[in-house]
């Protein structure tokens, strides 16, 4: 799938959200989409998921199953987990409970499968918005900070996903302003800002034996914590944790 | 797409927005029927008059009732053109069921007399009656889509539209009116069902043709506006 001079703008009389985005995903591969909060990472991922139209130029041979994870998942809806999962599955083509079951399994839903949406915790919903994604195996993902609100086992089950999405030929596209990716093999990193999308600075994942690396610790003021995990990944390095500070 | 549609028709029984619409429905069929008898033609010919802004209503709310996110997810699983389509075909589905009780209610009720000399037999008093509503259900649904969030994006152009709309169709209706052909033909069908004798067949035609026409004029701008708003 490729970004033809992709410009996109919310309305007529605001500036450019993206402008000239020429950008390929190659199938198979993984690509970090990274950039400061309102950069317009979400933008462009809804333009890779088909959820946006360009407002010039083109989005061209996006695969025909295409897997969206909303930043936010739009719990208010009058259905249980089950219902809804079912219906989506539904919209997909697909006929019984197969894949719904096995994605309620396998995402830890099981004892919120009767549940309303509306009565789920922020990060439970969050899992059935990734589940919906996955019902059928998808020729191109696209997450959008997955990572906001799940626990830590469901955290490790992300790079998981990925990489079996990868595995069979699909591509994945992810945005994260965290730094969380250090999970995730073989990515590519693109970043957004000023409405355009560097794509040269794509830094794969530092190929030397990481044994050869060292370890900095720097204290960074909480206020810009995310901006310098943001930069520093976006330089190639590794990020290997967050914490408080530890009193001396 | 008729997964789309029951699942979007489920989001709208269950969350209980169907309510309001309802109860429209049966406020304008008692003021319509619980005057007295009158002839089929001309009653069921001003109850879909009535209907009109319900039909629109009913369609906003039912479009509207889903979260942008999930509309987009929809999009994202069926593609642009099918999920456009599946919301109005769901508020097209309602108000079929609406249509139906219109029609069959006044029966058992006695509000509906039997055919005078020189009027249309209580059959085709009904099949006019019939097309009356479905003309007014094709409208409705386009003025309806037309006013959803998804294509206004705001709450007070979406009513606007919807309120200017309903109101525009009645009287831009009138006889004498500057403009009629702005309008869906809704009053000039309810005054040819009220006419004795009937008009001409010919004029039931153009009457059709005229709100088919202008429901295409409405759900191609629909269609144009959805692709770029999603």
Redesign the interface.
Known sequence: MRFDQVHFRYARRLPWTLQAVDAEVAPGRTIVVLGRNGAGKSTLL?LA?????P?RGAVRDRPAV???V?E???A????TTQ?YLT??S???GLRGTTEVDRWIERLGLAEHRHTRLSALSKGTAQKVGLA?ALLRPPGLLVLDEPWEGLDAHARTLIPEIVTEVTAAGGAVLVSDHRGEIAGLPDAIRWRVADATLSTHAAVTESVGDPSDDVVIEIAVRRADAERAVARLSADGHRILGVREEQPR | MTSLVRMRLGGFVRSGRILAPLIAGMVVLGVIHGGGKSAAAPAYGYSAVMFFPVFAWLTKLLLDAEPDVQRRLARVAVGPAREAAAGALAAAAVGSVFCLVAIVAPLPLGAIRGPEPGEPSMAAGIGLGVLAHLLSLAAGVGLGALASRAVTRSVRAGITVLVTGAVLGVVLGLQGSIAPWLVPPLMATARALAAVPLPPAGDLWLLSGWTILWCTAVFTAYAWLRRSRS
Not at chain 1, 49 to 53: I, N, S
């Open positions: 809804q998921a088909g959820v946006l139209r407002s295409v897997g969206w909303p936010r998942f739009p208010d809806q009058p259905f219902q219906a989506m539904a919209l997909r919906q």
